[in-house]
């Protein structure tokens, strides 16, 4: 698929699916980490999926408001003590500031066509990018044998210095931020109410999250969003992410986080991320056939990493078919072979949410853990969207997507009958997708082999 065969679809912001969100009761927080509501991926480098999998499905992420604050006369939020809230990204962060300021060389030495090995090792090595690296490695968990993962990475591709090597610099960078926004995210989700809870604490985290987005991975949001498919809003559906889970920090309680919001954001922020990566990829890997650009076609592996643990235990096998297509010469890659590759994983990865809630699988409607679920589907669903329609004869992406809003609002209302019915034709489209694919068997939990 080219990206002028993607140019007709009109995609809405997952917001939209999102409208009822501030009208339900508040429930406790299920305690997942990432990814999926569900599921189990411990064989990937983070659980991060809203309840990501942890074995059929248990763990979800929350996702709504419960009640609205009140504002002063400037409209700023305030708390029930008077105080004003802060708002997003106000928490000073020095480290973040400076890492920014380092990685500008970076991408500005790469960009130049004939970037200078010693510039990029000047703005790394003893710099506070390598401090944020070495940082984040240790609170990710990114260590292994006694070595921060990554940033012995960036010291390796620093000593190589080839091109590619120096371009595998910048995209280190961006994976240890990535990984570094999805822990921040789930784990603040994931906070249970306690009265030793500091909420100042919790925005500067939160914010943390959003400096290294907003000041780093934003350019490549707005990339993704240009990339031949009209009515993506992946910028937009981060920044409104960020902005409900900053909301939702302070709930009943100013000790308490709003579960649903906060849930609902960090699926939102995580899932919209794998959206960004996956267009990239495609998008270069595109440019680099077409243009016999090697250097593109690194730039695609780069992007690849932010998704590549996504893969796993869903199309185990497409992960070295990927990778060994993005290092292969451009000529020789099957371009539609590789974005099938990606696109089973997310096939896969959606499904588990068209009918997750219902109450003959995991019981969750009328749950924040359902919720979540419901969202996090609409999420991973507009990675493949696009190819749905290309592929699927009679597939109407609107009528689709009101099909997710519709699922969403049901579970959010404990309507069963409604979500049975929305559920039922979610999974149908989901289901022909997968045979589109060549996928064996209708599943969420299968692995390729």
């Known amino acids: 698929m080219t990206s002028k065969s993607l140019a007709p679809l009109q995609l809405t912001p997952l917001m939209l699916a999102l409208a009822g969100l501030f009208a ?35 763990t979800t992420e929350d996702g709504e408001t419960t009640e609205t604050t009140e504002t002063t006369d400037e409209g700023e939020e305030s708390t029930d003590t ?9 928490t000073p962060n020095v480290l973040c500031e400076g890492a920014l300021f380092n990685l500008e060389t970076i991408v ?18 003893g710099t506070a990018l390598q401090e944020f690296v070495q940082w984040a490695g240790a609170v990710t968990g990114r260590v292994e044998d ?3 993962i990554d940033d012995a990475a960036i010291i390796a591709a620093l000593d190589a210095g080839g091109p590619e090597d120096l371009i595998d610099v910048q995209w280190q960078v961006y994976l240890v931020m990535h990984k570094f926004i999805r822990h921040e995210v789930g784990d603040i989700a994931a906070l249970v109410p306690d009265p030793a809870n500091d909420p100042a604490l919790t925005y500067a985290r939160w914010d943390d999250a959003w400096c290294y ?14 990339y031949g498919l009209t009515g993506d809003s992946i910028e937009a559906d981060l920044d409104a992410g960020f902005e409900l889970g900053h909301d939702g920090i302070e709930g009943e309680q100013p000790w308490a986080i709003d579960e649903w919001s906060v849930g609902a954001a960090k699926q939102q922020v995580e899932k919209t991320s794998f959206a960004l990566a996956h267009r990239l990829v495609v998008q270069w890997t595109e440019m680099g056939i077409m243009n016999d650009d090697e250097l593109a076609l ?45 696109n089973i994983a997310f096939v896969k990865r959606t499904r588990k949410y068209t009918d997750y809630a219902l109450p003959d ?15 996090e589907g609409a999420t991973y669903s507009k990675l493949v969207e696009p190819f749905m329609i290309d ?40 289901c022909q997708y997968q045979a589109a694919l060549g996928i064996a068997e209708c599943t969420s939990s299968i692995d390729e082999e």
């Not at 509501?37 to 999926?49: K, W």
């Not at 960009?111 to 000047?122: C, K, Q, T, V, W």
């Open 24 to 58: 339900l009761p508040a429930c406790s927080d299920d305690g997942a980490t990432d990814d999926e509501v569900g599921e189990d991926e411990t064989a990937s480098e983070e659980e991060d999926e809203t309840t990501d999998e942890t074995t059929d499905g248990e």
């Open 146 to 148: 006694g070595v921060l």
């Open 213 to 226: 987005y907003d000041g780093a991975l934003r350019s490549y949001a707005q990339a993704a969003d240009a």
């Open 82 to 90: 008077g105080e004003e809230k802060p708002g997003l990204g106000d």
């Open 391 to 430: 592929a699927l004869d009679g597939f109407d992406h609107e009528a689709y997507r009101e099909t997710w809003a519709a699922w969403i609002q049901a579970v959010a209302d404990d309507d069963v009958a409604t979500g049975e019915t929305a559920s039922a034709e979610l999974t149908d489209w989901n």
């Open 361 to 375: 699988v995991a019981g969750l409607m009328g749950t924040a853990a359902g919720y979540a679920g419901a969202v």
């Open 298 to 342: 690194r730039n695609a592996y780069g992007a690849f990493q932010l998704i590549e643990d996504r893969m796993d235990t869903k199309n185990t096998p497409g992960i070295a078919i990927v990778e060994g297509a993005l290092e292969a010469p451009p000529a020789s890659i099957n371009f539609e072979g590789l974005v099938r590759e990606l």
């Open 108 to 125: 500005a030495e790469n960009a130049s066509g004939d970037a200078d090995g010693e510039a990029i090792a000047m703005a790394y090595e």
